[in-house]
């Protein structure tokens, strides 16, 4: 502890007094001292961290508890954690248990990390919130200022995060009468499976490289914050709940279904909640969750209804505007009738074969997603305003396949889940703290039990705030004879 600090006054200091006349002089900034400051600050915290857990160790050595259980096998072995300061260096003991014959590193379990472990439980969270937003490489850097992970590192902290968390208890449930869910994909390239060159090609000679990532949004209305005379509108969705991942075949969709039954259940009154209304493109796994979620009703989505539209009309040139305006009046009134008539007069004027198969099935679309379209018109509590297109955008298509990149099918997932638990308001440092409690091992924790206690009781003399308080004096001058007196003590303090 001592060490670290004498040597940041006897060095350091000289440096930043040596910037400060730089900078009077004309010859620096106060951006060079900022960065001096910065450099020197963060080299002292990292420096102090690892002798306090070699101070630690040390304790652990002298313990009553482990001279009983754990015999020495080696001294001053090295060790290095990527923290949010920078590199820690500092040595520890290892052991070996008497009993088991194990070899452990008693201050690991102490500190509660993993003996391989070579990332902080903070510089891990830094990195998993700029790797989420941007890069593997962006997420490296922001580790730590003065080090960086690897991109390696990076992307197995990615893959080996558990993302879930408790759902929290609420005092009192929400009372909604309705609730709304818009649910689609993201399509994203796969650089492979599993493995590079399992990807195969399908049935037309393509490169089967496409992963489906799924998105559902749960939210309780749309309000226009630019309600007034102006004429611009900017909505935004109130409650929202994002869930997300690649979930294939129809278990592991009924599970992602599950997952948001589960959240309504715990946050709705299910009493007062009379409607759910899912909104996508017709697709099987979105209507298998009117099958999960009670009262629940599949509605076909705007942009997918105005997608068939347009490809239904686009050759029409002049008149394409007006059949438009027509054929959308027939679908968002239920008029089925009305709606074949029109599509036959499309055809009879529609030339061009490739163009009559794309007519044809722009009104096999819709007859056969017909159900989903009359609820817009028979069901008085729908808010049809949101658009699953741009939650996808915004949540998943801006990281995942936006820019040209390839995704393993893990790593596709994990980063959707990331996602969606980071705009859910969630917190990294909470999950990461949640995942390591949840793998502590309850036998372990019982066999340092004792440990642990001897060192509370020890600490009393730990308190280097008083003791350096008290002898200042001393230290300001540094070629005193008073300074090895005050590194002898903090050793064996």
Aim: charged content about 35%; hydrophobic content about 35%; some cysteine.
């Amino acid at each position: 502890m001592y060490k670290s600090i004498l040597q940041f006054i006897e060095k350091d200091i000289k440096e930043i007094e040596k910037c400060v006349e730089n900078l009077l002089e004309g010859k620096k900034d106060a951006a060079d001292l900022s960065q001096k400051l910065n450099e020197s600050t963060r080299n002292l915290a990292a420096q102090l961290v690892g002798e306090i857990y070699e101070t630690i160790d040390q304790e652990i050595r002298n313990s009553i508890t482990r001279k009983e259980k754990w015999r020495i096998e080696k001294r001053n072995e090295p060790k290095e954690l990527l923290d949010i300061m920078g590199l820690v260096r500092f040595h520890r003991t290892g052991y070996e248990d008497k009993k088991t014959g194990e070899y452990i590193y008693l201050l690991d379990r102490v500190l509660g990390i993993d003996g391989h472990q070579r990332i902080t439980l903070g510089a891990a969270a830094q990195i998993l919130e700029e790797a989420i937003q941007t890069s593997y490489r962006k997420g490296g850097a922001a580790a730590s200022p003065l080090d960086a992970a690897s991109k390696q590192a990076v992307k197995r902290l990615v893959h080996e995060t558990v993302v879930e968390m408790p759902m929290p208890e609420r005092k009192e449930k929400k009372k909604q009468r309705y609730l709304h869910i818009v649910a689609d994909e993201d399509h994203v390239s796969a650089q492979f499976w599993k493995e590079k060159g399992d990807l195969g090609k399908t049935e037309q000679g393509y490169k089967n490289n496409t992963i489906l990532s799924k998105l559902i949004c749960v939210y309780e209305d749309v309000i226009d914050e630019l309600k007034g005379d102006s004429g611009k509108h900017r909505y935004r969705l109130t409650g929202k709940h994002y869930f997300c991942g690649v979930h294939k075949g129809s278990a592991e969709n009924e599970r992602f279904w599950q997952e948001v039954s589960h959240y309504i259940e715990a946050t709705y009154d299910t009493e007062v909640l009379e409607r759910v209304y899912i909104a996508g493109d017709g697709a099987p796994w979105i209507k298998a969750g009117c099958e999960v979620l009670e009262n629940s009703r599949f509605v076909l989505d705007k942009f997918h209804m105005m997608k068939y539209v347009n490809q239904s009309v686009t050759h029409l040139k002049d008149s394409a505007a007006e059949v438009k305006s027509e054929l959308w009046d027939y679908l968002v009134g239920g008029h089925k009738k009305e709606l074949k008539e029109l599509y036959q007069r499309i055809l009879a004027v529609t030339e061009k074969e490739s163009k009559r198969e794309e007519v044809k099935d722009s009104l096999a679309y819709f007859l056969n997603q017909w159900e989903g379209i009359k609820i817009r018109v028979e069901e008085a509590g729908g808010c049809w305003k949101c658009c699953a297109e741009g939650q996808v955008s915004h949540l998943l298509s801006s990281r995942l396949s936006s820019r040209p990149m390839g995704w393993s099918l893990l790593g596709c997932h994990q980063m959707s889940k990331l996602r969606a638990y980071q705009s859910n308001g969630g917190k990294i440092i909470d999950l990461l703290r949640y995942q390591e409690k949840q793998q502590e091992i309850e036998e372990r924790r019982r066999e340092q039990e004792g440990i642990i206690k001897e060192l509370r009781s020890r600490r009393s003399g730990w308190d280097y705030a008083e003791q350096l308080q008290a002898r200042i004096p001393v230290l300001e001058n540094p070629k005193s004879m008073g300074v090895k007196v005050l590194i002898r003590r903090a050793l064996e303090a």
